[in-house]
């Protein structure tokens, strides 16, 4: 995996803990209302795996994830890229939205990383 600064490894996990926990509020809503979750839900756990990643590549920290496991979150969180990409295209260049999904898409484009690696191991 490519060197990444200790500063990016930080924005990174805090980055996919800030994204899971905002996934888990709306699907703790949609719930309350009835709305269909399948899609959520496959996300979320995407993000958890992607973040499980990260934290096993840096920290040596455990999970109790398969290679399957691996390779439908790598599915997921490689689709959230043109939805993201796209909204960031549209924010102004001083805006503090743009910092955070820029930051988001590396948190996401290094825990991908951090599966193929896995997966090639």
Avoid: C
Wanted: net charge positive; aromatic share 6%; proline share 3%.
């Amino acid at each position: 995996m490519e060197n990444v600064s200790s500063v990016e490894k930080m924005e990174s996990i805090k980055s996919f803990q800030s994204t899971i926990s905002k996934s888990e509020k709306a699907l703790a809503q949609m719930t309350q209302k009835g709305a269909n979750t399948t899609l959520l839900k496959k996300r979320l756990n995407a993000l958890y795996i992607g973040l499980a990643m990260l934290e096993y590549v840096w920290n040596q920290i455990p999970h109790p994830y398969t290679q399957e496991d691996f390779a439908e979150a790598r599915i997921v969180l490689t689709g959230l890229f043109p939805s993201i990409e796209n909204i960031y295209a549209k924010l102004k260049a001083s805006s503090p939205q743009k910092t955070l999904l820029k930051r988001r898409i590396k948190a996401l484009e290094l825990a991908v990383q951090a599966i193929d690696n896995l997966s090639n191991e």
